[in-house]
Nanobody
Framework: QVQLVESGGGLVQAGGSLRLSCAAS????????MGWFRQAPGKEREFVTA????????NYADSVKGRFTISRDNLKNTVYLQMSSLKPEDTAVYYC????????????????WGQGTQVTVSS
């Protein structure tokens, strides 16, 4: 069982930056692939990025490639999402998620979810 708690969301102007954190409970954090997803009002949840158990592999949605960076610290049981050059269309609730298998872009592959943190980008 893994419990996930996101933090770091907020209001930022377009072009600005934010860093989200997701702290995981338990002693087996390094066994889990971690992902970030987001959901804007009236839209379906969409994949943002994922990172492998070791942190050696990452994957990004085309919409955030070159602007967002995912990383993890397995000693701190934490995964991060550094977001730069933010755009109004990045406004959404951001969720971190965990699953014990290979990296996936699909929400249904993830077993554990945080409660989400709101990111609002003003124009």
């Amino acid at each position: 069982q893994v419990q996930l708690v996101e933090s770091g969301g907020g209001l930022v102007q377009a072009g600005g930056s934010l860093r989200l954190s997701c702290a995981a409970s338990g002693r087996t954090f390094s066994r889990y692939t971690m992902g970030w997803f987001r959901q804007a009002p009236g839209k379906e949840r969409e994949f943002v990025t994922a990172i492998s158990q070791s942190g050696g592999s990452t994957n990004y949605a085309d919409s955030v490639k070159g602007r967002f960076t995912i990383s993890r610290d397995n000693l701190k049981n934490t995964v991060y999402l550094q977001m730069s050059s933010l755009k109004p269309e990045d406004t959404a609730v951001y969720y971190c998620a965990a699953q014990a298998w290979a990296m996936s872009n699909f929400a249904h592959d993830y077993n554990y979810w945080g409660q989400g943190t709101q990111v609002t980008v003003s124009s």
